[in-house]
């Protein structure tokens, strides 16, 4: 789990893995997470055993991976490393193995790129967000999430030489890819 925040996707991995031997490592760059991460693991009474790391995700090797998750991570790394990353994901992976892609995207449709991120904030809005809590965290974002269109991630996968990478969710101009070695 790359880039595992608070460690949400780790957990409910943890909580539905039928299979002994396995383990989780989650990895977030943030101390602050990892601490939060376990106190909040602490909780848990499923036996997969799950790794804390605290590091940058440039720096993990992956070897010996079923699943990879790297939910809204890749959108906040330099462009020119994505695919050194995505690389040694796949190179990583069993064969068979997936990689579980998220991320903030932008799409080459202009009109269909600004109707989605009008949803979207309507969606905030509708959620309790003032238009001066949208408008902060959209500039607190901006220059440091730099989101890439969905045809651009696809071809990062196909690169890397993923044999099929399918979008099987999509929120406004969020989208989920599940990769397959």
Do not use: H
Request: glycine share 4%.
């Amino acid at each position: 789990d790359l880039g595992s925040s608070l460690g949400a996707s780790s957990l409910s991995m943890q909580q539905n893995i039928a299979y002994p031997n396995c383990k989780i490592i989650a990895v977030d760059n943030s101390a602050a997470m990892i601490k939060r991460s376990r106190e909040l693991l602490k909780r848990s009474e499923a036996s997969t055993p799950i790794d804390l790391v605290c590091d940058d995700i440039r720096n993990i090797k992956i070897e010996n991976a079923s699943v990879v998750v790297l939910n809204y991570t890749l959108q906040f790394i330099e462009p020119e490393t994505r695919g050194i990353i995505i690389q040694k994901i796949y190179d990583g992976l069993n064969d068979g193995g997936i990689l579980i892609l998220s991320e903030k995207v932008v799409f080459e449709d202009v009109e269909l790129n600004e109707r989605q991120i009008r949803r979207y904030y309507d969606f905030k809005r509708l959620n309790g967000y003032s238009d001066l809590e949208i408008s902060q965290k959209r500039n607190a974002l901006e220059n440091v999430l730099i989101p890439e269109t969905p045809e651009q991630l696809i071809g990062r996968l196909d690169k890397a030489g993923f044999i099929t990478s399918d979008i099987w969710f999509q929120l406004f101009n969020f989208i989920s890819i599940v990769a397959e070695k």
